[in-house]
């Protein structure tokens, strides 16, 4: 995945009002941008840390430019744009980095299905194959010795998700959670057990019931995010 023009960069400041960024450039100017990342962040705005940000040169918006990654002191580079994480998982399923979900021509984005009112993130088709329903999830939090973890708070929203593919296993289908990750210090990822007992509870009896569990590793440069390789998932 290509950005429209290469990154600029910054300190970070603060973030602030889930959606904000105070920044500093090398030029001493102070401004504000977009964050576009509804979640706690946990490990991944420390002050003082160079983001990466996009700029859309529209000026009809308040905020122009976008956060999307940041370099942590330990030189760790993270996606925080979570926007990006259906695209990067589509791209490694069309590169066939996924082996178990390649082979399906069909992709299609955030179709309604389910009997809690959900969208899946990429529904996977083909003649003479069951459906592969995908939920997506992105990794930022980073626990000891390249432990990733999902999620970083609580999330209702990602236990009906489980549940949700429980279901569509149920009818017949396959369903995934897919772990996109972008975080060049995780190796690996688990539920989050500490955060949120009942997803990680969750987590174990949906593979019980046939739901797989795959992660995808990412890095960034300034002209673009790339999905590298799988990583392993223990659930």
């Known amino acids: 995945m290509k950005f429209s023009t290469p990154l600029q960069s910054a300190r970070l400041i603060k973030r602030y009002k ?16 977009h964050c576009p990342n509804t979640g706690a962040m946990t490990g991944c705005a420390g002050p003082g ?6 700029d859309s040169q529209n000026p009809k918006r308040k905020y122009p430019c ?10 760790h ?11 990067l998982a589509q791209e490694g399923i069309e590169a066939g980095l996924l082996a178990p979900l390649a082979n399906y ?3 299609r984005r955030e179709v309604r299905y389910g009997e809690e009112n959900s969208r899946i993130d990429l529904l996977l088709s083909a003649e003479g194959k069951a459906d592969c329903y995908v939920e997506v999830k992105n990794v930022t939090l980073l626990g000891e010795e390249g432990q990733g973890y999902f999620p970083d708070a609580v999330t209702l929203r990602g236990q009906k998700h489980l549940r949700e593919l429980m279901a569509m296993v149920q009818q017949g289908h396959r369903a995934a959670i897919l772990f996109v990750v972008p975080h060049t210090g995780i190796e690996r990822v688990a539920p989050a057990e500490h955060i ?3 997803y990680a509870q969750l987590c174990r009896d949906a593979k019980a019931a046939g739901v ?9 440069d300034t002209h673009g995010v ?5 990583l392993a998932v223990n659930v």
């Open 49 to 54: 840390w160079t983001v990466w940000y996009s």
């Open 18 to 33: 889930r959606f904000l960024a105070d920044v500093i450039d090398d030029q001493d100017q102070e401004f504000t941008l």
């Open 66 to 75: 976008t956060w999307e990654w940041v370099e942590s002191d330990a030189g």
């Open 226 to 230: 790339q999905a590298l390789a799988p």
């Open 105 to 107: 021509p069909q992709i």
């Open 196 to 198: 949120d007992p009942a």
């Open 212 to 220: 797989e569990f795959y992660a995808l590793a990412c890095d960034c």
């Open 77 to 87: 580079r993270i996606m925080v744009n979570t926007g990006r994480a259906n695209a």
